[in-house]
């Protein structure tokens, strides 16, 4: 049973360069959400997808951007990464927009130096 | 937007003891307050959630209350265990749409 998986597990990158997290689900959920955690502020909501096709945005949605080309994939690309986007993203699915429990992916740990 | 305040931020019980967490929110309208634990190195995990139609809801050695004239519910884990330690996030909503998550509460089991 995969879930949600991301990929990248781990990545460090430099200023002004672009990167994709990945994440593709096999639940068949139509929601899914892209958070970041960070110590002493919890999981905040930066993009999410009620189905596929939708986008929208977010609590802190600033210098990401996300698609929603299919069911099961739903990249976060930062176009031009810098020092504060540090932090742990997680992607995560629920089967519909008012069904309750998200099912969330081990995380990608993103460092910019 | 929902504001969701948790404290304390970290907890630190005897093995046995029991654990209180609890959190507050903004929205009169949220009506969904699920509870996530976070394992190291995982992603969260829902493990109670209680709706705005009931006080309280027990799971085994967990329960959540609910207090909706304060904004405010809790999360109770009783005969706490090592395996109870993690970080563990209150989360608010309406309608179960865009949660609005606590900052998070680090419990430690001293065995």
């Known amino acids: 049973i995969a879930g949600i998986t991301q990929a990248p597990t781990s990545q460090i990158l430099a200023a002004g360069r672009r990167m994709t997290l990945r994440c593709t689900q096999d639940?068949?959920?139509?929601?899914m959400y892209w958070y970041r955690q960070d110590l002493g502020l919890g999981l905040r909501l930066i993009h999410y997808s009620n189905t596929a096709g939708t986008t929208g945005k977010g609590e802190v949605p600033d210098g990401y951007s996300v698609s929603r080309a299919n069911t099961d994939d739903f990249p976060l690309t930062l176009a031009s990464a810098v020092p504060s986007q540090t932090s742990v993203y997680f992607c995560?699915?629920?089967?519909?927009?008012?069904?309750?429990?998200?099912?969330f992916g081990e995380g990608s740990r993103l460092t910019v130096l | 937007g929902e504001n969701v305040e948790q404290h304390p931020s970290t907890l630190s019980v005897q093995e046995g003891d029991s654990a209180v967490i609890k959190c507050t929110y903004s929205?009169?309208?949220?009506?969904?307050f699920p509870w996530y634990k976070q394992e190291l190195g995982k992603g969260p995990q829902l493990i109670i959630d209680?709706?705005?139609?009931?006080g309280e809801k027990k799971d085994q050695r967990i329960a959540v209350t609910l207090n909706k004239t304060a904004k405010h519910f809790s999360l109770h884990i009783t005969e706490t265990q090592p395996e109870d330690s993690a970080v563990y996030f209150c989360?608010?909503?309406?309608?179960?749409?865009?949660?609005?998550f606590g900052a998070g509460t680090t419990v430690t089991v001293r065995a």
């Open positions: 929205d009169s309208a949220s009506n969904y």
């Open positions: 989360a608010a909503s309406r309608n179960d749409y865009k949660l609005s």
């Open positions: 995560a699915s629920a089967p519909g927009v008012h069904t309750g429990e998200l099912f």
């Open positions: 209680i709706r705005s139609n009931v």
């Open positions: 639940m068949r959920h139509n929601a």
